[in-house]
């Protein structure tokens, strides 16, 4: 095939849309800003510490994940998370309770008062909403199960998930499956049962049953490898700033080492944040322009800490904790690195991952300057963590803007990407902000938007 498609970025989402373009025979040039791949997913090596700036992990819900592995030669490489990573801690009244797991669990656990577990039993008799793209995540679970488990269960997970607040996020776009167990089944205990009997026949996993990986030498390993495939398609260090129509093809004007370049596209797939895309878009359509520039990102620094095994009490047998707002701390939770993943610190020592701020308290990084976040985020997680003495190695990375928030009324930019879409044909909008933020979610909407793309290449 002679036509040719043009990828902006080269994250997970537009490295694997690439990968399968290409592999289909197709003409591609993947257009990426900074001097490697992998957008968020950044590893590194240091002082013996693995340091995964990004994404920690991945949850393989989707075989296209260890199907790409496998073609990109990496599949010896890929790692699951050891089975210490099935427990999870909630921070609570300063005290780290596990997540229950199971019934008897779940009756036992002090994370939540008798009370809590008793509203429970009404979930099944609470009646639908018909209004999940217009309903806050809080509401949806205020309503369902009651304040205390969206204050000690749903608060800290959302933290966790997108860095987020659940008084903004959209319970249908932001969490369509668990909105779905309302709209299908008519309530979330039902939905689970009957849900799981429905999975079985598709090969999708869900998130909660999912195997946790990544590679020994971390998440960045994926998109490397993917990227080694594209070869000369990958041009790195290429800033895109324009994208013009040209006939019935475009033109992508990029910005290599100070000088402008342009290439002819017959699809152009943009995998680039909406807060950069919006620019390439502005002069072609102010309402897309307007529609991605108003998504949310807020910002989250990750602190990556090492401590000898030695210096901490608290008992490192789970993935990490959680934090609830109520709690009042000034990080959203830690991940306990090295326990999940073991070769990611050095013999005898720990490792965690802690982020900050996030939509819940943007403010901080204005409020507080860098060292002084830093030493307070310190002093409350060595409190938590019964350890004693400063960590042995440290670094930080600051996302400025980080994972894209699906907030109430999202589907007003969803719906207009779709029709964007259709009157500019050949353009095709992708990456975290449509379709979900988890690798994962990125990877199967990379596969729809690659069949899109090859679609128009055949028809062009
Ligand atoms: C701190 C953090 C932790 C996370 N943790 C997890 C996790 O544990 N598990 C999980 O599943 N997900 C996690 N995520 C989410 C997940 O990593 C991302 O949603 C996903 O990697 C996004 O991939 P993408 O390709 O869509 O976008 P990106 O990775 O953002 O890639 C976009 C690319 O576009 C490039 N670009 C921007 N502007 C231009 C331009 N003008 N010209 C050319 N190129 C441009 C960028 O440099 C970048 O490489 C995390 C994200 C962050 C930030």
């Known amino acids: 095939m002679n036509k040719k498609a043009v990828i902006l970025g080269a994250g997970i989402s537009g490295l694997a849309t690439a990968y399968w373009l290409k592999k289909d025979g197709c003409e591609v040039t993947v257009i990426e800003k900074s001097s490697q791949a992998g957008g968020a997913m950044v590893s590194a090596w240091e002082n013996e510490f693995l340091v995964d700036y990004g994404p920690n992990s991945g949850l393989e819900t989707t075989p296209l994940i260890r199907q790409l592995a496998e073609e990109t030669g990496i599949a010896d490489e890929m790692i699951y998370a050891s089975s210490e990573g099935n427990k999870r801690y909630i921070l609570r009244d300063g005290r780290l309770c596990a997540l229950p797991t199971g019934a008897g669990a779940f009756l036992t656990t002090k994370l939540f008062s008798p009370k809590a577990k008793?509203?429970?039993?009404?979930?099944?008799?609470?009646?639908?909403?018909?209004?999940?793209?217009?309903?806050?995540?809080?509401?949806?679970?205020?309503?369902?199960?009651?304040?205390?488990?969206?204050?000690?269960?749903?608060?800290?997970?959302?933290?966790?998930?997108?860095?987020?607040?659940?008084?903004?996020?959209?319970?249908?776009?932001?969490?369509?499956?668990?909105?779905?167990?309302?709209?299908v089944y008519g309530g979330l205990i039902k939905g689970m049962f009957k849900g799981a009997k429905e999975r079985k026949q598709s090969a999708e996993t869900s998130k909660q049953s999912a195997r946790m990986f990544s590679f020994k030498n971390g998440m960045q390993t994926f998109p490397n490898a993917i990227a080694a495939k594209l070869e000369e398609n990958l041009i790195l260090g290429a800033e895109v700033k324009n994208i013009e129509r040209d006939g019935g093809a475009y033109t992508v004007k990029y910005k290599k080492n100070g000088v402008m370049e342009s290439v002819q596209a017959d699809v152009v797939i943009s995998t680039i944040p909406a807060h950069a895309a919006c620019y390439l878009f502005q002069e072609m359509d102010t309402v897309l322009f307007s529609h991605l520039k108003s998504i949310y990102y807020p910002p989250v620094m990750v602190l990556y800490l090492g401590y000898k095994e030695e210096s901490i009490r608290q008992p490192l047998d789970g993935f990490g904790y959680l934090i609830p707002q109520k709690e009042n701390k000034s990080y959203l939770g830690a991940i306990w690195s090295s326990v999940i993943f073991p070769n990611r610190a050095p013999e005898g020592y720990a490792s965690f991952t802690i982020f900050i701020g996030g939509a819940r308290s943007p403010q901080l990084f204005d409020d507080m300057n860098k060292e002084d976040l830093i030493r307070q985020v310190l002093v409350e997680f060595q409190d938590v963590m019964k350890i004693t003495g400063m960590p042995q190695f440290r670094v930080d990375k600051m996302w400025p803007r980080a994972i894209p928030q699906y907030n109430i009324g999202y589907i007003e930019h969803e719906n207009y990407f779709e029709e964007f879409e259709k009157f500019h044909r050949g353009i095709l909008l992708s990456g975290n902000y449509r379709g979900g933020i988890s690798v994962g979610d990125c990877i199967k909407s990379s596969e729809t938007v690659y069949k899109k793309a090859l679609d128009l290449l055949q028809q062009v």
């Open 118 to 183: 008793l509203r429970l039993l009404k979930e099944p008799f609470v009646g639908k909403s018909n209004d999940g793209y217009y309903q806050s995540i809080a509401e949806f679970v205020r309503r369902r199960l009651g304040q205390e488990f969206l204050d000690y269960a749903i608060n800290p997970f959302v933290a966790g998930v997108y860095a987020g607040n659940p008084d903004d996020l959209s319970v249908k776009s932001a969490f369509p499956k668990l909105y779905r167990l309302e709209e």
